[in-house]
């Protein structure tokens, strides 16, 4: 079975950092996966955050935090990070890692249709 774990999250002030961990069991995302970074704010629609290509190493960030948060996948410890730094209150939200067995996007990297491994979720506050 497989199982997506977010950890990492937490309560931080503006201009802070974290660094939510993706730990999968039951799925290895070796060299061929597409792993995300999904967020949902209360009252929001679901957005993609950044993703990973784990067979070409590319990464896509939406424009809201790119600069700020970095992407990365360990294949030791079958692992995706998303360093998050500069936090701002409008990073506040419930983050979620999602996956699937691709090594490049369909058409879009944040298209939530195609992921379909996913995450419980961590929640990340941000407060002034």
């Known amino acids: 079975q497989v199982q997506l774990v977010e950890s990492g999250g937490g309560s931080v002030q503006v201009g802070g950092s974290l660094r939510l961990s993706c730990a999968a069991s039951?799925?290895?995302?070796?060299?061929?996966?597409?792993v995300a970074w999904f967020r949902q704010a209360p009252g929001k629609e679901r957005e993609g955050v950044a993703a990973i290509s784990t067979a070409t190493y590319d990464s896509h960030y939406a424009d809201s935090v790119k600069g700020r948060f970095t992407i990365s996948h360990d294949n030791t410890n079958n692992t995706v990070y998303l360093q998050m730094n500069s936090l701002k209150p409008e990073d506040t939200a419930m983050y979620y890692c999602a996956a699937v067995r691709r090594r490049y996007p369909t058409s879009a990297w944040f298209r939530q249709t195609d992921y379909n491994y996913w995450g419980q979720g961590t929640q990340v506050t941000v407060s002034s």
């Open positions: 039951g799925y290895t995302f070796g060299t061929s996966s597409l």
